[in-house]
């Protein structure tokens, strides 16, 4: 039987992130190879994995992450079952590791096949599950281009924005968090009137003229007023229209004209749990 030791215990811990006990029996199981004690700690997060794929993961950790010129940035979710677990500081710096990676790939499924640690990240969170106890995956992976991209993580890692503007220029970089933000607490359908689906837009005027018809409104008049509602709707719920959550005097358009004359939003992407 090969000896043990609380290093080699300790080092597999080191490399897997998983409990000293299951450390420890990996290790005596694969009579003190690394790579079998390796295997060994995987095939048992395959078996947790596979009993937990019914389970629902809302919790977790939304991250954004933007490369070092400001033109790329994405923002991920790395999904669980609990807060308790979402919380945690080793869970939450993983979430923050597969960002930064994300942000080499245009697809989700790119992103899981590549290369983590020698593995690839698919493998990764099924050894994670294992370690964990809990259902993992990404739950959302969303990218922006721009030429400049700025961010904002909502405190507690609920939710992670991203926002694109049309000019690298002098005070874009707050420009851009304080948009982000924006994106963050009043969550828009869509960037302008041009980015609501027509569907939605229809079944908004629908509900417009049944409100007038129950307040007597004539026919002739509910396509007329029923526009000056959609005014509103777009308003409300297009990012560029919105009362900028700083100072309602202005729209968020007008906010960032005011940062550099000409500036403006070209594109945003939001990612909440349990959205």
């Not at 992130?17 to 997060?45: N, P, Q, S, T, Y």
């Not at 977790?60 to 500081?89: M, R």
């Not at 837009?201 to 396509?223: N, S, T, V």
């Amino acid at each position: 039987m090969a000896n043990i030791t609380a290093a080699d215990v300790n080092k597999l811990r080191q490399i897997t992130g998983a409990g000293m006990m299951d450390c420890k029996k990996a290790l005596v199981e694969a009579e003190g190879d690394f790579d079998k004690a390796i295997e060994i700690l995987r095939k048992k997060g395959q078996k947790v994995a596979a009993n937990r794929s019914d389970r629902e993961s809302t919790e977790g950790a939304a991250i954004a992450f933007v490369n070092a010129d400001k033109t790329q940035g994405v923002a991920i979710s790395l999904n669980c079952e609990t807060d308790f677990v979402g919380k945690n500081e080793g869970f939450v710096t993983l979430a923050n590791q597969l960002a930064e990676k994300a942000i080499n790939y245009a697809t989700l499924e790119d992103f899981l096949a590549s290369d983590f640690g020698g593995i690839t990240v698919a493998d990764k969170l099924i050894e994670q599950t294992g370690v964990i106890g809990e259902k993992i995956e990404i739950g959302a992976f969303e990218k922006l281009e721009g030429a400049f991209v700025g961010s904002y993580i909502h405190a507690g890692n609920k939710i992670a924005t991203l926002v694109a503007l049309s000019e690298k220029v002098e005070g874009a970089e707050e420009a851009a968090k304080n948009v982000a933000m924006q994106a963050a607490a009043m969550n828009p359908i869509a960037l302008n009137e041009s980015g609501v689906d027509q569907s939605i837009i229809d079944k908004e005027i629908e509900i417009a003229k049944e409100q007038l018809r129950a307040e007597g409104k004539p026919e002739a008049m509910l396509d007329n007023i029923s526009k000056g509602k959609i005014q509103r709707f777009y308003k409300d719920n297009t990012l560029v229209n919105q009362d900028y959550i700083k100072d309602s005097t202005m729209s968020v358009s007008k906010y960032v004209d005011s940062i550099s004359k000409g500036l403006t939003v070209t594109g945003f992407k939001r990612v909440a749990l349990g959205a």
